[in-house]
């Protein structure tokens, strides 16, 4: 995160020398610097005509590349107030009340769901297609009734009853929810993701000194500080989430700090992409405020940081100024300073945050536009370059597709209506389904399966029936035996050039003549790339905590703070485990955890010091990249960023795990969304830019088939051409016994033996040539399985672990640490040599053993 320290008294105001070169480099296309923009923000007269002149060059460059010549936008919403209540104390706002004044009037906490509905189902009928839910911060963080409200409604928080809204405005009434609920934590803002195509939060300004002096209007309102804010956008960039956000200008901030605050917005939008839109906001003073005495921006100025903005921001971003702010015929100055969208615009309800201010009339404002060559159409809430993935949720495709035209705006005449959020048709991929029992998650199973499986996962029973019997066509289709054949003399031609209906035909093969012939093809190739010796590392896992509030379904790993068997250890417990596993003869240590908030940002570097201070000459093998994300939300360093700093301090490679699947549906039925495909890939792929090789991981056997293995395998082989980073590939069954989602009745019970030996041979397959290794994991499949794999393909055994908490807890019976004699012993049953090895395939030094 960049210093946000502001000087505490004003800066003095550019001088009209320092405005005129500014105003001509921006001109030149020059990029500027926080002096030059301030300045920029000084223009007036000539000074800002010409600075006009630049912002719409800028403006019509960017809707040319977008496809959209001389559209300015606006989207047709309805405002819903779900709550009036905050925890902040922002001197110059209107629409937050007490407890008391909401009594006085006869008003409740928040609006009911009725009261919500009734709002968009009218927006609806006027033509609306947004719902935008504005409300104060935490409410409940601040004031006993609106904790009692919310848990009298059955909801733990605000944000949860936002999310149950969302989802009841999507299916009751078609309108599309743009939600700005307020300062959001990583895990709220995956939540919410899936219930709203588009998201906000304002700004404001990065000064400090408005935030921390007494007196100053965002003086004690802790969602107030600029870095928190700062935070969530970088945090919103990460997730793909479609972001609106912006300045509030005129509430006391410096020039200097205006230009600070807009080059931190193109700062975030640079390094993710995901601000659709930047709006501009003029102060109004407002009766009954702390700042009702203080003067409104004057006009001047406010163009002058609108033309700014458009300069500084580029063409990709849109920028907004809400038209009800100023007078109708200013407007047009609004335009001429490079805006393209005037936000959204209600038939229905007022401005409640402006409520003195008055909507202007659409067919004004739509001939305002044309007198100045400009057409206003209707948008969604998303901007249509972000109605796609990553940045679309599957969930709400069908819900956009409705409304959307062929230009990604809203379609002339088309009437909002209500549609399923998600569709329980009957199959996985149709279905999108996802959410569990509440109870699964905190007590287990109580029942065999839930008691509404069939209307949210659809009728399963043919497949329930087909897992539970063994069948070896498992999810797969049966293959006649020619085709077979074509598929193994194209493997044994061109083995990772296989096509995806080859390589599908040979991971669906049933047990029998097809699949001997697929192991044996995988065992030549592996004889081919690295001989027949099994390798083993001696290594120690330490799983530093089990405390974990990620959700992820099919984890029994986790455990809140307040559990029996919830764990944390401290960095001398680690640096303990460190020297006993150099005493036992371990080379490497693999150090991975639950994602605990309450651990600082920081600990991930300081248990890695740790490690190595105690032990320098261990090869510390740490951090999945949903770690390495937890760490980037946490420290506000990039991923880049991050990931050097934890190599200085000592991490020699990463596990490639939290992959499961990478197929972002799946994803979801396993994770709730945790670390989208995109963002492992990112990790991973950064991890090994900055000289840290992974490992690659699937974890198979549970809501999965074939082509997503297929497909996963195919993946890891493109991104191996790229980068050459991933030491090995580590098939990791799906350990059911003790799993969420297996108690819940949605997970089958792990893969089958021909599953294992299928994957193990095609993942030899698909990666000959990319990545040498393929590792069994003994403790997922036991010393049986194991040896059958060494005869498809598999080359490496693993480490001795001598504490691996995972897949133990998971239910997994085949123990969590093995000696090296009961490796080779493995390696020897497969009529195989054995040797030790380092992290890195290297032989081991005779010294290190003595």
Known sequence: MPDLGMPTMPARRPVDREVARAVTRAEAGKTLDLAEVTALLAARGDELARLQVVASRVRDAGLVAVGRPGTVTYSPKVFVPVTRLCRDRCHYCTFVSTPGQLERSDEAPFLSVDEVLEICREGARQGCAEALFTLGDRPEARWPEAQQWLEEAGYDSTLEYVRALAVRVLEETGLLPHLNPGVMTWPELQRLKPVAPSMGLMLETTSRRLFEEKGQPHHGSPDKDPAVRLRVLEDAGRLSVPFTTGLLVGIGETLAERADSLLELRRVHRSYGSVQEVIIQNFRAKESTAMRAVDDLGTVEYLAAIAT??????????????PNLVDLDECRALLASGVDDFGGISPVTPDHVNPERPWPALDDLATLCQEA??????????HPEFLDVPWLDPRLKAHVDALRDDDGLLRDGVVPRGLPWQEPDGGFEDSGRTDLHVAIDTEGRATERRSDFDDVFGDWSELRERVRSGSPALLGTAVGSSEVAAALRAAESDPAGLSRDHALTLM???????????CALADDLRREAVGDTVTYVVNRNINFTNVCYTGCRFCAFAQRRTDADAYSLSLDEVASRAHEAVAAGATEVCVQGGIDPALPGTYYAELARAVKTAEPGLHLHAYSP??????????????????????????????????????DDVRWVLTKGKLPTAQWIEVVTTAHSVGLPTTATMMYGHVDQPHHWVDHLRLLGELQRETGGFTEIVPLPFVHQSSPIYLAGVARPGPTVRDNRAVHAMARVLLHGLVDHVQCSWVKLGPEVCTQVLHGGVD??????????????AGSQNGSRKEVAELEAMAHAAGRPAQERTTSYGRVPQAVHG
């Open 373 to 382: 060559g400009f057409t206003l159409r209707r948008r969604l809430t998303a």
């Open 508 to 518: 669906s093969v049933p047990s029998g003549p097809g699949l001997e012939a697929l």
């Open 796 to 809: 490496d055994l693993g480490g001795t672990l001598m504490e691996e908490t995972i897949s133990r807890m």
């Open 309 to 322: 903005a458009r300069v500084v921001l580029g063409p990709g971003v849109r920028v907004q100024a809400p």
């Open 626 to 663: 949903m770690e390495i994300m937890n760490g980037v939300a946490r420290t506000g360093l990039s991923i880049r960023e991050l990931l050097v700093s934890l190599k200085e301090a000592g991490v020699d490679s990463l596990p490639g795990t939290a992959a499961e699947i990478l197929d």
